[in-house]
């Protein structure tokens, strides 16, 4: 069983930042790290899933995450299916618990799940017999993003991330991926902030260990990171902002708003970016300050360590 | 540029509190000295006159654009610059509304032209429909001085919140009627005896202080900065005084016409009464006098609407609400002074001072280096009002023919002459 500080890796399921302790955190990041390496990566031995069933159940349209994962679980050697629900069985009136029950008859190892109502993953945990990863809960959380977002930074800026200042900005409210990447870069000794309009950041937010900001400016100052969040585009045509433009103008990342970060500061985005209304395309596309890329990169590697740790747990490997 | 002095006038300025005899020398646009100082220059004979800060009207209704009969932008600054008025904000209900950074700058541009300061309040929702919130920031980066919903309350308390929390960013003063729109449907009057025996469908005070209440609550909860744009009862003066009895950035309007009348000068069914919100009784008269003297109430407007005379011409259910007022907004408070019924020095508060500090203006108080916005006035004239004798387009007011006491006699806007009172007129 992987560990670190001699603490064994228990978890049985993926499903929030906050059930990890630091040493359990520092054994999958160490995890993800050790995929990062594409001869580890892409390995032929396969070994480590063989033959057990990793079941994508996505509730929810994604592109990125479930092929990340589908790529991460056949890389490790499991018998991958993806299961789209977002217009079948649930559509036909199965509640989520007999989509779980029928699941479970067919006794899949891991259940990844992406569900519109946050806790919906929780609750499955209670009713399947395998180990259920959460990749995405309503508004609550996206675990495995945070842990892909963290080991982005590690390649970036070393192992030690104390003291980093990182601003996350825009529809905080609504992001399951700042939810929890607040938790994570706390323990990891990050001087977060978060910076969007009041409409758009969480009640009492300012309770989470993080300093609220309304405007970019001041926000921004002295940052080592700037991590933009999509603003759906639903949200701002009058409800919680009055329009793109208007977003844009204030909240949009483009070079001049990158100038009050630090000097070399990095920018990250979860993606799927809408490029000219939270963030512009030359910011996003250039290598010098853009590790976009580099968290698609990271995971894969991210989600075979945290498939790897999962797997090792529930077998008991010493 | 030549100096000007008004000299042996009787200087009042709220701000400070000072009300004495003396002179004030003007220059390039700016109040260069004051109290006992020497003339220079050019000198304009003050005595037996009072010299008070160029009067801020928060709440002006043209009909520009869209209905230039009514009222345009350039003929509601005449009216302005003969009753006192320097600096006026122009309501966004026109047609198109003001809802867009482009017609701010129309307005802007208008105003540019006129000889008074024109500010412009942008929509608070697109076409004012209470949903869609309007581009604030960029409204009010152009120029927008407050934002509000025109005549209509926002009603939607989830919008309300998200309108006071995002404008909350921007220090952006937010304007909301009191008026709860289901109780108050339909009706056009104070519900009362008075009411009921004519006939008409009134609706409670209560409507108001409801919407008080929760616009307070919205208020603290977001820390948005609130006017409760204009409140009529004495239950209405009640809420705001809670309110302001704890920590919350909150100000609160009164039109003059609900401190000079009642219900019963609806009468015999007098259209030109019909106001918005409706005239009440006597004891709610006295009261919101009382919240002016104490300071409970931080303006006070002229709620100036211009409707032609077909508009008012109609059956009292079917005839346009609303009076002009920015020409007879002084007056009819220096006539309430006369009665010793206002304070002079907190009624002139609430139309300098303390609107210029609600809309971060220089202008509002008489001191070394604010701009010359002066008004001259005679705080005992007597005189009668005729209304065809109005200079706005429309000539809609409740004070025809009545006695007044007290009238401008003069008035400067950034040093220059913008209306001066032929003895004759």
Redesign the interface.
């Known amino acids: 069983m992987a560990s670190s500080y001699g603490y064994p890796f228990e978890q049985q399921h993926c499903l929030s930042i906050s059930q990890f302790s630091r040493p359990d955190i520092e054994t999958l990041l160490t995890l993800g790290n050790h995929y990062l390496d594409l001869d580890v990566q892409k390995s032929k031995e396969r070994s480590m899933l063989a033959g057990k069933t990793l079941v994508n159940l996505f509730f929810e349209n994604s592109t990125r995450t479930e092929k990340s994962f589908e790529i991460a679980g056949r890389r490790l050697g499991a018998d991958v299916i993806n299961m789209s629900v977002v217009g079948s069985s649930v559509k036909k009136g199965e509640t989520l618990l007999d989509t779980a029950a029928t699941l479970n008859a067919m006794n899949p190892d891991i259940l990844v799940v992406r569900h519109g109502a946050s806790g919906a993953p929780a609750l499955l945990a209670q009713k399947v017999s395998g180990s259920v990863i959460n990749a995405g809960d309503g508004v609550h959380e996206h675990p495995t993003q945070a842990l892909l977002d963290a080991l982005t930074l590690r390649r970036h800026f070393g192992e030690d991330l104390g003291g980093l200042r990182i601003a996350i900005c825009g529809d905080i409210k609504h992001s399951r991926v700042a939810r929890s990447d607040i938790q994570l870069l706390n323990v990891l000794g990050c001087d977060i902030r978060l910076i969007g309009?009041?409409?758009l950041i969480p009640a009492d937010a300012d309770k989470w260990g993080v300093d609220v900001f309304?405007?970019m400016e001041t926000g921004l100052e002295g940052c080592d990171v700037v991590m933009m969040l999509r603003l759906q585009m639903e949200r701002m045509?009058?409800?919680?902002?009055?329009?793109k433009?208007?977003y844009f103008?204030?909240y949009g990342l483009d070079r001049s708003k990158l100038g009050f970060a630090k000097q070399g500061a990095m920018v990250m985005h979860p993606g799927p970016m809408n490029r000219g209304v939270e963030i512009s395309s030359d910011v996003a596309d250039d290598p010098k300050v853009s590790l976009i890329t580099s968290q698609v990169e990271s995971g894969v590697a991210m989600r075979m360590g945290i498939l790897h740790a999962l797997s090792d747990a529930r077998d008991g490997v010493a | 540029m030549t100096n000007l002095t008004i000299e042996d006038v009787r200087i009042l300025d709220p701000q400070s509190g000072f009300d004495d005899i003396g002179n004030i020398v003007i220059a390039n646009g700016q109040i260069k000295a004051l109290g006992d100082v020497a003339a220079k220059g050019e000198t304009i004979d003050g005595r037996g006159l009072v010299a008070a800060p160029g009067l801020i009207d928060m709440r002006v209704t043209t009909g520009e654009p869209g209905a230039e009969s009514r009222e345009s932008i350039e003929s509601a600054a005449l009216a302005a610059a003969a009753g006192g008025v320097t600096t006026m904000v122009v309501m966004p209900d026109t047609k198109p509304v003001i809802d867009d950074v482009s017609l701010i700058n129309y307005i802007t541009n208008k105003a540019e032209q006129t000889l008074i300061n024109v500010h412009v309040a942008g929509a608070l929702t697109q076409s004012l429909d209470g949903k869609t919130m309007t581009e604030i920031g960029l409204m009010s980066e152009a120029g927008a001085v407050m934002f509000s919903n025109g005549a209509e309350p926002v009603s939607d308390s989830l919008i309300m919140r998200r309108l006071l929390s995002y404008s909350a960013r921007f220090n952006a003063l937010i304007a909301n009627r009191p008026i709860d729109s289901a109780l108050a449907a339909n009706s056009c009057a104070h519900e009362s005896d008075f009411s009921s025996r004519l006939g008409l469908p009134g609706h409670p005070p209560a409507a108001e202080r409801i919407v008080i209440d929760r616009d307070a609550a919205l208020a603290e909860l977001t820390g948005g900065r609130l006017l409760i744009d204009m409140i009529s009862s004495e239950e209405g003066l009640s809420a705001v005084r809670r309110a302001k009895s704890r920590d919350i950035e909150i100000a609160c309007s009164v039109s003059m016409n609900h401190l000079a009348l009642n219900e019963i000068d609806i009468g015999d069914y007098r259209t030109f009464a019909k106001l918005d919100p409706p005239l009440r009784e006597e004891t709610d008269r006295q009261a919101l006098i009382s919240g002016v003297n104490d300071g409970t109430i931080d303006v006070v407007v002229s709620a100036h609407n211009p409707r032609p005379a077909g508009q008012k011409r109609l059956p009292y259910t079917e005839a346009a609400s609303g009076a002009v007022g920015l020409e007879l907004l002084l007056s009819a408070g220096l006539t309430q002074v006369a009665n010793g019924e206002l304070d002079l020095m907190k009624f002139l508060a609430c139309l300098t001072s303390n609107p210029a500090s609600l809309l971060d203006l220089p202008t509002g108080r008489l001191a070394e280096g604010a701009p010359a916005d002066i008004v001259l006035f005679d705080m005992n004239m007597p005189w009668v009002c005729d209304s065809d004798k109005l200079l706005s387009k429309s000539k809609n007011t409740p004070f025809d023919e009545r006695r007044m006491t007290g009238r401008v006699v003069m008035t400067l806007c950034g040093g220059r002459l913008v209306f001066e009172r032929l003895s004759s007129s």
């Open positions: 309009p009041p409409t309304h405007d045509s009058g409800a919680f902002v009055p329009s433009r208007e103008h204030f």
